[in-house]
């Protein structure tokens, strides 16, 4: 079992920064690829930034270069620097990780429980 944990989000000023964390524990071979998600209210959930295995980034076009997603493979933990935030960022920040299982080495999709991040105005 693979559990994936976001922490960090919260309550910013626009033009303020935030780094969200997602750490993935249980039983992880490895990790493949990992992504960031978000779900403005009333709208659908959107692809923000992923990265590979081998630290290949890609972003959302509304958040480049304010964003940057990083990863600390010995941690198991992917992270979301986020800069210059507007309120229009305001959303629930979800993590999804493409997780190799130790027991099958089999690759399996996970997403964690989402963080909150609200940019004021």
């Known amino acids: 079992q693979v559990q994936l944990v976001e922490s960090g989000g919260g309550l910013v000023q626009a033009g303020g920064s935030l780094r969200l964390s997602c750490a993935a524990s249980g039983s992880i071979f490895s990790i493949n690829a990992a992504d960031w998600y978000r779900q403005a209210p009333g709208k659908q959930r959107e692809l923000v930034a992923a990265i590979t295995s081998a630290g290949s980034t890609n972003y959302a076009d509304s958040v480049k270069g304010r964003f940057t997603i990083s990863r600390d493979n010995a941690k198991n933990t992917v992270y979301l620097q986020m800069n210059s935030l507007k309120p229009e960022d305001t959303a629930v920040y979800y993590c999804?990780?493409?997780?190799?299982?130790?027991?099958?080495?089999?690759?399996?999709?996970?997403w964690g429980q989402g963080t909150r991040v609200t940019v004021s105005s």
């Open positions: 999804n990780a493409i997780v190799v299982v130790t027991t099958t080495r089999l690759e399996y999709s996970y």
